[in-house]
Nanobody, 115 residues
Framework: QVRFVESGGGSVQPGGSLRLSCTAPRNTFTLYGAGWYRQVPGKERELVAGITASGDATYLDSVKGRFTVSRDRTTNTAHLQMNSLKADDTAVYFC?????????WGQGAQVTVSS
């Protein structure tokens, strides 16, 4: 069973920044890419950003230029740096494999952007 643990969520004002972190079992982000997904109530989970095992990154159009995805193979962690946050970024954020997530999801990290 693959277990992902997200951290770093919180409440910020519009324009603020947060950095999410994710830990995964050993070698997960060595063998697979790392992806960040988000979900709001009543909507399906969507891919926000992903980085392949070879290092190619892709982003949801609405976060391009504001979010940066990265992963550290030595510590098997992934990060999502989120700048210039907007109210529409409010969601629960999850990490998982990328481009094909596993069936196991962590608890996620709540991100709330509000004035």
């Amino acid at each position: 069973q693959v277990r992902f643990v997200e951290s770093g969520g919180g409440s910020v004002q519009p324009g603020g920044s947060l950095r999410l972190s994710c830990t995964a079992p050993r070698n997960t982000f060595t063998l697979y890419g790392a992806g960040w997904y988000r979900q709001v109530p009543g909507k399906e989970r969507e891919l926000v950003a992903g980085i392949t095992a070879s290092g190619d990154a892709t982003y949801l159009d609405s976060v391009k230029g504001r979010f940066t995805v990265s992963r550290d193979r030595t510590t098997n962690t992934a990060h999502l740096q989120m700048n210039s946050l907007k109210a529409d970024d409010t969601a629960v954020y999850f990490c998982n494999r990328f481009p094909t997530p596993s069936i196991y999801w962590g608890q996620g990290a709540q991100v709330t952007v509000s004035s």
